[in-house]
């Protein structure tokens, strides 16, 4: 299988992993460099399903796009990329080499083709919905667009327990959480609030203000609650991992983490520019958890998580 092999024949699928390389080299460095601790072989992998959510989600989060399309344009735009996938992978190929390279990885690694149902139905939803009522309402949205995206990178992971499976789910959302935390002020451009209206009336933010006021630092110290207890819990699944998988998938975890103590450090100003994590940090995390291993790091460099509110209906495992 093509999992197994460290090197790729094939002139287009060289072409397309290149390309999925470089697109997760350029857009989600954490991904990136926490998949440079994996074997060549299951790297690629990482960087194709990658690739594909980036390219799906530029098409509905792209603001030129947003600006110069009307969403029923978008919508059949999205329909067409996700139509694109659904050919090749019956027909086992296509002649873009992103495509075929996410194609290869879906089929080598046997990833459940539902996973994509359930991710395009979540890209589709940013067509038509900018805001969500509650935590659970918000849960239905990251369902198919952050806790599938933990399963679809199970198998390229290879887990050796199955339990694996809801702390990757969780994993995923703790990672989407953290970048509504992180992006609020690009959100709200895009006319989207991705924090529950609820949490927002429960402490008495008006969040169009874009003012860092004891109220707001309440509110963001409440998510950075729920969103550590996520990581907490997908913790328990890195233990279930092979080593190479555990240390790529600690190293990805620590530095998304990271970002949730830098927005601390920020006083809780996630408007005035947005929070990040230096490269040189990232390069430096990474060849930590390489040398001590990912639970050593972590506990160097997150708090301790505490208790979560509504945490049943984040975890809950319904697929």
Same mark, same amino acid.
């Given at each position: 299988?093509? &999992?197994? +092999?460290s090197e790729v024949r094939d002139p287009l699928l060289r072409e397309g992993y290149?390309?999925?390389?470089?697109?997760?080299?350029? $857009?989600?460095?954490?991904?990136?460099?926490?998949?440079? %601790?994996?074997?060549?072989?299951?790297?690629?992998?990482?960087?194709?399903?990658?690739?594909?959510?980036?390219?799906?989600?530029?098409?509905?989060?792209?603001?030129?796009?947003? &600006?110069?399309?009307?969403?029923?344009d978008l919508a059949a735009r999205l329909q067409a990329f996700a139509a694109s996938?659904?050919?090749? %992978?019956?027909?086992?190929?296509?002649?873009?080499?992103?495509?075929?390279?996410?194609?290869?990885?879906?089929?080598?690694?046997?990833?459940?083709?539902?996973? $994509?149902?359930?991710? $395009?139905?979540?890209?589709?939803?940013?067509?038509?919905?900018?805001?969500?009522?509650?935590?659970?309402?918000?849960?239905?949205?990251?369902?198919?667009?952050?806790?599938?995206?933990?399963?679809?990178?199970?198998?390229?992971?290879?887990?050796?327990?199955?339990?694996?499976?809801?702390?990757?789910?969780?994993?995923? %959302?703790?990672?989407?959480?953290?970048?509504?935390?992180?992006?609020?002020?690009?959100?709200?451009?895009?006319?989207?609030?991705?924090?529950?209206?609820?949490?927002?009336?429960?402490?008495?933010?008006?969040?169009?203000?874009?003012?860092?006021?004891?109220?707001?630092?309440?509110?963001?110290? $409440?998510?950075?609650?729920?969103?550590?207890?996520?990581?907490?819990? &997908?913790d328990t699944g890195i233990p279930m991992l092979p080593a190479r998988s555990a240390?790529?998938?600690?190293?990805?975890?620590?530095?998304?983490?990271?970002?949730?103590?830098?927005?601390?450090?920020?006083?809780?100003?996630?408007? &005035?520019?947005?929070?990040?994590?230096?490269?040189?940090?990232?390069?430096? +995390?990474?060849?930590?958890?390489?040398?001590?291993?990912?639970?050593?790091?972590?506990?160097?460099? +997150?708090?301790?998580?505490?208790? %979560?509110?509504?945490?049943?209906?984040? +975890?809950?495992?319904?697929?």
């Amino acid at each position: 299988m093509a &999992a197994r +092999t460290s090197e790729v024949r094939d002139p287009l699928l060289r072409e397309g992993y290149r390309r999925c390389a470089e697109l997760t080299r350029r $857009f989600g460095t954490t991904y990136y460099w926490g998949a440079l %601790l994996l074997p060549k072989s299951r790297r690629r992998h990482v960087y194709a399903i990658y690739a594909l959510c980036r390219l799906a989600d530029d098409i509905v989060d792209d603001p030129d796009a947003i &600006a110069h399309s009307t969403a029923a344009d978008l919508a059949a735009r999205l329909q067409a990329f996700a139509a694109s996938f659904r050919t090749g %992978l019956t027909d086992g190929a296509s002649s873009d080499p992103v495509m075929a390279a996410v194609i290869d990885t879906v089929r080598a690694t046997d990833i459940d083709p539902e996973c $994509f149902d359930r991710f $395009f139905n979540a890209m589709a939803m940013d067509l038509t919905t900018t805001s969500y009522q509650t935590w659970d309402d918000l849960c239905g949205y990251m369902e198919g667009s952050a806790a599938v995206i933990g399963e679809m990178m199970l198998p390229v992971l290879e887990p050796m327990d199955r339990a694996a499976r809801r702390p990757a789910r969780c994993l995923g %959302l703790a990672f989407q959480l953290t970048n509504f935390l992180r992006d609020v002020a690009e959100d709200l451009e895009r006319g989207r609030v991705y924090l529950p209206q609820a949490d927002l009336r429960r402490f008495g933010v008006d969040i169009n203000d874009r003012q860092v006021t004891s109220e707001w630092r309440a509110l963001m110290a $409440f998510e950075l609650e729920r969103n550590r207890e996520l990581y907490r819990i &997908a913790d328990t699944g890195i233990p279930m991992l092979p080593a190479r998988s555990a240390r790529c998938v600690g190293a990805a975890r620590v530095l998304y983490a990271q970002i949730l103590d830098r927005i601390e450090k920020a006083d809780y100003d996630v408007f &005035a520019e947005r929070v990040r994590v230096p490269t040189w940090r990232k390069a430096a +995390t990474a060849g930590r958890i390489m040398v001590l291993g990912p639970a050593r790091t972590r506990a160097g460099s +997150t708090q301790s998580a505490r208790s %979560l509110e509504g945490a049943p209906h984040v +975890t809950q495992d319904t697929h």
